[in-house]
């Protein structure tokens, strides 16, 4: 009886427990998603202000304050569909358009659209996709923005991390009818306790939100959701204080 | 010149600050690293010290506490996306003199920083001012007597209301500084007073009768077209 009693105690405490966590994450996803809106929603309402009031006089100042707002209205704007999408993967309402593209390519789209972002932040971004000689052409069935999504998380992790060296490093190869693409950097790598956790939703790194590293903890979980829908899955490979690789694994398509 | 220091790791909000805070008269240094804002904030006396909370390498509120443990009395204002009780609690109790909540209006943030500036270096009263051979400001043919409260044009009282002298006392406070309206405002008739630019420039034409030999042709009472007013007394 007593056995039977301390073992439901048990499972209840597991239960709370587990339930608590979720809690916890859930409010700490709430509290970075507020951040996340409005840091952006400051810079717009602060210079639309000083500009309203014509407290920007200089001229060079004033073209300055319309890149930045062009540059938050995207950003907030990348957040609202980021979420919404989220959403939709996680409740199975996405619609993906699968369709054959070369892996490659869109890969080389995706890093010469973020090459931009990377170097404003100091950070050169070195791309290195071989087809292997015999090898097919590297064709996946996938969803271009969804799959070019995938990517761009990946490379935007990778400059967030790294806050020493800066450089990122993209590898694309195809081995046993695979495609692998891997993003690398050399930053601040995640511990093995960590390493399976933070492809959940809301899960972040504890050395990152310790060194102040914004985010909403959904970017992995949204690259696992992509690849999985696109048949594929997500690897990673990390050292604390070494640097990090993640690898998108897709199948090729069938020809 | 009041000097300001922005700790903020955002580019956008650092430069709407920045360009904030130049307009209105102060010099602005920036830093966007929590872990170099505690001996940034050491190496130099500033005025008054802007810190965002969530900042890379060290957060807002333990720059904050290092800062009052080491003995720093500058006035501090948090800049937080937080907005639960608790946080703002903690801030204040780390040693912030005050908190802002992002979004935030510049406007708002421009009042809280002239309130703490005042409370930080309260101007000499008037019994202070007593006998204090600073008290007679004089510009071309005029004199402002503080200790009087007088305006004299070649010796001779002018007949001013009390609002203009106190109009031409903060001009003389701040001679050769930029003082948008906004300023005037706040200085002059103090807070939470509704009243439109056009009193003030109303008022500032009538002084600029008192005291310029050309009132249309200004020499003292210079306007700063689209911010506000400059004194080259």
């Known amino acids: 009886m007593l056995l039977v009693i301390l073992g439901s105690g048990y499972v ?3 239960a709370i427990s587990r339930e608590l966590r979720v809690a916890q994450l859930q409010s700490d996803f709430v509290a970075a998603v507020s951040h996340e809106f409005r840091s952006p929603l400051t810079t717009l309402r602060t210079i639309t202000e000083l500009l309203a009031q014509n407290r920007i006089s200089d001229e060079s100042r004033r073209r300055q304050s319309y890149v930045f707002l062009d540059h938050e209205t995207n950003r907030l704007h990348r957040l609202v569909e980021d979420l919404l999408d989220f959403g939709r993967m996680e409740s199975g309402r996405k619609q993906y358009r699968f369709e054959p593209h070369d892996a490659f390519d869109l890969v080389r789209a995706t890093v010469a659209d973020f090459t931009e972002h990377a ?13 292997p000689e015999g090898a097919s052409a590297s064709t996946v069935r996938v969803d271009e923005e969804a799959f070019r999504r995938a990517v761009r998380n990946l490379l935007d992790n990778a400059v967030k991390y790294s806050p020493v060296c800066r450089t ?4 694309g190869t195809i081995c046993d009818r695979r495609v692998l693409i891997s993003v690398r950097d050399q930053g601040m790598g995640i511990n093995a306790e960590e390493k399976l956790a933070i492809f959940q939703k809301f899960v972040r790194g504890q050395a990152a939100k310790k060194a102040g590293i914004k985010g909403t903890g959904i970017g992995l979980a949204m690259v696992r959701q992509i690849s999985e829908a696109m048949g594929g899955e997500i690897r990673v490979q990390s050292e604390v204080c070494v640097g990090s690789t993640f690898t998108l694994v897709l199948p090729l398509a069938e020809d | 010149m009041v000097k300001v220091l922005v700790v903020e790791d955002e580019p956008g909000i650092a430069f709407s600050l920045e360009s904030d805070l130049q307009t209105e008269g102060y010099e602005v240094a920036l830093v966007a690293d929590g872990a170099e804002a505690v001996p940034r904030a050491l190496s130099q006396p500033f005025d008054l010290i802007l810190l965002d909370v969530m900042l890379p390498n060290k957060d807002g509120f333990e720059v904050c506490r290092e800062l009052r443990h080491r003995g720093l009395k500058t006035p501090i204002i948090l800049l937080t996306a937080k907005t639960q009780e608790a ?7 780390v040693g912030a003199d005050d908190y802002v909540t992002k979004p935030f209006s510049p406007r708002e943030l421009r009042a809280r920083i002239r309130a703490l500036l005042r409370r930080a270096s309260p101007e000499p009263s008037e019994h202070e001012n007593a006998g ?8 071309g043919a005029c004199e402002l007597d503080l200790a009087r409260f007088e ?12 609002t203009e002298l106190k109009l031409l006392a903060a001009f003389v406070r701040n001679r050769g ?3 948008t309206r906004e300023r005037l405002l706040d200085e002059v008739w103090g807070t939470g007073i509704a009243i439109t630019d056009r009193v003030i420039d109303n008022h500032v034409v009538s002084l600029r009768k008192k005291i310029e030999d050309e009132p249309s042709e200004p020499r003292y009472l210079i306007s700063v077209r689209g911010a506000g007013y400059r004194f080259d007394g």
């Not at chain 1, 990122?168 to 590898?171: E, K, L, N, S, T």
């Not at chain 2, 204090?132 to 510009?139: K, L, T």
């Open chain 2, 87 to 93: 946080e703002k609690v903690m801030g204040l109790d």
């Open chain 1, 12 to 14: 209840v405490y597991r």
């Open chain 2, 151 to 162: 305006l004299r044009r070649n010796g001779q009282c002018i007949e001013a209301t009390t």
């Open chain 2, 132 to 139: 204090n051979g600073q008290d007679i400001h004089r510009f």
């Open chain 1, 119 to 131: 170097e404003a932040q100091g950070f050169s971004v070195e791309a290195d996709l071989v087809t």
């Open chain 1, 168 to 171: 990122v490093w993209v590898d």
């Open chain 2, 177 to 179: 500084r930029l003082l």
